[in-house]
């Protein structure tokens, strides 16, 4: 099963099943989260709560996804009232393509030999130790964070390069989506297709810039599929540039393309008392194995990012957007 949220200026938010080329509505559902909150109520399955509810209007899904409907489509998941309860994070170095691209990129002097920097040996060590058997705790991977829910888009919708950016580029991969029960356990809803979105330029000057390169809009697919597998996610990661395709490449992610289990990137997130407040929504990238950036590409304004993994439903589009005027002091005033 899978579900989109929508938001229409007259009718506000609601929730649709997709059903091929159509959404049915769920007239009395405003939000993944509302849902999923009222199934851990009566101690229901998400999906079993949403067969439950009434049928409604059905919508042309083709129309709504290329942004020619009144209705418009929201991230499949978020927390309605207090995007602040909403905490969108990463892991990285957990694919093999990703972590060489990596390595090169923080190779200290050009001129010479390549070497294993940190971020290779972090890789490493999740060859080594990522998958515990049952019921072990796993080598720790590396983890990041990118903000709150204001910074998350939807399809269509432009991310953007601010002004005291270096650049912007798309990171392919998979996002976790999960809402913290009353008894703070994490509840994993499904997964959806995801651009991390991040100034690789800003990283690339030195490793530990990774934090600020981190800390930029980031956009999810369309659907939420719940209950979907995570052990081999393939598809493709497209720049289209005035409607062409500048570049265009193979992913492959899931747990067979990744040096960790998803029960232990889920563990090394989940084990922090502060992750596990009751009511709060996480949002969890697990990595990359391509981006444009490795190719040499440079976004530039207006550039189409899209992300097509079928197996998480509709591609991901998002086109560019760079603010071109001049950064700002921000000034601290006391009170």
Known sequence: MRLVQLSHVRLGRRVAVVEGDTLRLLPDATSVYALALSALFVHAKLADQIA???????????????????????????????????????????????????????????????????SMKIYQWGEEGGRPETGEIGVQPEWFYKGNGTILRA??????????????????EVAGLYIIDQAGTPRRLGFAIGNEFSDHVMERRNYLYLAPSKIRTCALGPELALGAAFDSIEGTVTIERNGAILWQNPIATGEAHMVHALANLEHHHFKYPAHRRPGDVHIHFFGTGAFSFGAGIVLAEGDTMIVDLPALGRPLRNPLQIETSAMELVTVREI
């Open 155 to 172: 399809h269509n919708e432009p991310l953007e390069t601010p002004a005291f950016a270096e650049d912007g580029g798309e990171e392919a």
């Open 52 to 118: 439950a509810e009434e049928a409604g209007e059905l919508l042309d899904y083709t129309e709504i996804y290329q942004g020619e409907s009144d209705w418009h489509i929201l991230p499949p998941l978020d927390h309605p009232d207090d995007p602040a309860r909403c905490l969108v994070t990463g892991t990285g170095l957990t694919h093999r393509k990703g972590a060489a691209t990596r390595n090169a990129m923080h190779q200290t002097d050009p001129t010479v030999a390549p070497t294993i920097t940190d």
